[in-house]
């Protein structure tokens, strides 16, 4: 009989990275997934591997400063009973042998209810910030992953007596594909990114400075699927003005695909980006130097403690948005600009292997 192992949380990309690596090297396993079905990206890519999706209305603790977000802080608190009843009732009728959660507050009703009907759990935190809903269901896990080293997280006793490092799980065409974008001028190439969603305050800040970074670098830009100041149609109108030189220096998209990030992380001799967990990992494995502005209001600070890390190790420098302004970026890009070479190759030399490792997916895979 195969054995039935469940995935859930709230970081896709990590579980599908499992996912595939467990594919490849097990073909006696059968998955299932329990999401909350709001990220279309997150149903794609679980569905394209023909794994059954579940979904689940989990409530969540919703912290809030002004009351007109009462109603919705209420709403979610009543939504927390019912996840655990649906999230039982799919338990029940699956019987999964295991679950892997990847935090998030989808996971909590999982392990939860896993815990009370037997069924081992084990869950990975992305971070070098161990998150809320990881540090709730960590009394019912048998183990906690992590991405960075154990001594990196800032936990209990007795949290971490149950932390195992093994990386974070990526995809292993990162490293072993070769492919990478090209365009016509032969120039460095920048990769600006804010997440599937987008920044506006980064596409404000490279709008603003467009024309001119374009004298010397290409740029592939993922400007995000939202919409409102600073999106992609504004960005498009804007492009459209320029020469046709630097027209062809541009590479836009709202996002790239699970098939293309790859293509063009591999490509950038340098990245803007937020301080998320699973980027800031990615450009540490490629050695990639990045200019990393982190969202301010994120949970327990982490994006910020993420990038702290890249910038511990020489690859990257922080700007704090609250203090950056569109002629700010652009001088300290281009004197950032002037150190990659040198930052790439220290950073190469002092031989990370303890603290990065390419191996996340295999290492959680094995476990």
Same mark, same amino acid.
């Given at each position: 009989?195969n054995?039935?192992?469940?995935?859930?949380g709230g970081?896709?990309?990590s579980?599908?990275?499992?996912?595939?690596?467990?594919?490849?090297?097990?073909?006696?396993?059968?998955?299932?997934?329990?999401?909350s079905?709001?990220?279309v990206?997150?149903?794609?890519e679980v569905?394209?591997?023909n794994?059954p999706?579940?979904?689940?209305?989990?409530?969540?603790?919703?912290?809030f400063?002004n009351?007109k977000?009462l109603g919705k802080?209420?709403y979610?608190?009543?939504?927390?009973p019912?996840?655990?009843?649906?999230?039982?009732l799919?338990?029940?009728?699956i019987?999964?042998?295991?679950?892997?959660?990847?935090?998030?507050?989808i996971?909590v009703?999982?392990?939860?209810?896993?815990?009370v009907?037997?069924?081992?759990?084990?869950?990975?935190?992305?971070?070098?910030v161990?998150?809320?809903?990881?540090k709730?269901?960590?009394?019912?896990v048998?183990?906690?992953?992590?991405s960075?080293?154990?001594?990196?997280?800032?936990?209990?006793?007795?949290?971490?007596?149950?932390?195992?490092?093994?990386?974070?799980?990526i995809?292993?065409s990162?490293?072993?594909?070769k492919?990478?974008v090209e365009f #016509?001028?032969? @120039?460095? *190439? /920048?990769y600006?990114?804010?997440?599937?969603?987008?920044s506006m =305050?980064i %596409?404000?800040? $490279?709008?603003?400075?467009?024309?001119?970074l374009?004298?010397?670098?290409?740029?592939i830009?993922?400007?995000?699927?939202?919409?409102?100041?600073?999106?992609?149609d504004?960005?498009?109108g804007?492009?459209?003005k320029?020469?046709?030189e630097?027209?062809?220096?541009?590479y836009?998209k709202?996002?790239?695909?699970?098939?293309?990030?790859?293509?063009?992380?591999?490509?950038?001799?340098?990245?803007?980006?937020?301080g998320?967990?699973?980027?800031?990992?990615?450009?540490?494995?490629?050695?990639?130097p990045?200019i990393i502005i982190?969202i301010?209001?994120?949970s327990?600070?982490e994006?910020?403690?993420n990038?702290k890390v890249l910038e #511990?190790?020489g @690859?990257? *420098? /922080?700007?704090?948005?609250e203090k950056?302004?569109?002629?700010? =970026?652009? %001088?300290?890009? $281009?004197e950032?600009?002037?150190?990659i070479e040198?930052?790439?190759?220290?950073?190469?030399?002092?031989?990370?292997?303890?603290?990065?490792?390419?191996?996340g997916?295999?290492?959680?895979g094995?476990?």
């Amino acid at each position: 009989m195969n054995k039935k192992i469940l995935f859930t949380g709230g970081h896709h990309n990590s579980a599908v990275n499992t996912i595939d690596w467990l594919l490849k090297n097990d073909d006696k396993l059968e998955f299932y997934w329990i999401g909350s079905g709001s990220s279309v990206h997150e149903i794609e890519e679980v569905k394209s591997r023909n794994i059954p999706y579940y979904t689940i209305k989990a409530g969540k603790l919703f912290r809030f400063s002004n009351y007109k977000y009462l109603g919705k802080a209420i709403y979610q608190l009543l939504l927390i009973p019912f996840g655990f009843v649906q999230t039982f009732l799919i338990l029940a009728k699956i019987r999964p042998d295991l679950i892997v959660s990847f935090g998030g507050y989808i996971a909590v009703p999982v392990v939860i209810c896993s815990w009370v009907l037997r069924i081992k759990s084990v869950t990975h935190e992305q971070t070098v910030v161990l998150g809320l809903a990881n540090k709730l269901i960590s009394k019912f896990v048998s183990k906690i992953y992590t991405s960075w080293p154990v001594n990196f997280y800032e936990a209990s006793a007795h949290i971490t007596k149950r932390m195992i490092y093994t990386g974070l799980p990526i995809s292993d065409s990162l490293l072993k594909d070769k492919s990478k974008v090209e365009f #016509k001028r032969k @120039l460095p *190439i /920048i990769y600006i990114t804010g997440g599937k969603q987008g920044s506006m =305050f980064i %596409n404000q800040l $490279i709008i603003s400075n467009l024309s001119q970074l374009l004298d010397d670098f290409n740029i592939i830009w993922s400007c995000g699927d939202r919409v409102g100041d600073a999106d992609y149609d504004e960005i498009c109108g804007l492009v459209n003005k320029l020469s046709k030189e630097k027209q062809e220096g541009i590479y836009l998209k709202k996002y790239f695909s699970w098939d293309e990030i790859n293509v063009v992380l591999r490509s950038a001799a340098s990245c803007v980006t937020r301080g998320g967990g699973h980027t800031v990992y990615e450009l540490a494995v490629l050695a990639t130097p990045s200019i990393i502005i982190p969202i301010p209001w994120s949970s327990n600070n982490e994006q910020l403690k993420n990038a702290k890390v890249l910038e #511990k190790l020489g @690859l990257s *420098i /922080i700007l704090e948005e609250e203090k950056l302004t569109s002629t700010d =970026f652009y %001088n300290k890009f $281009i004197e950032f600009s002037g150190t990659i070479e040198k930052r790439r190759a220290k950073y190469l030399k002092n031989q990370l292997d303890s603290v990065i490792t390419s191996q996340g997916q295999e290492n959680l895979g094995n476990e």
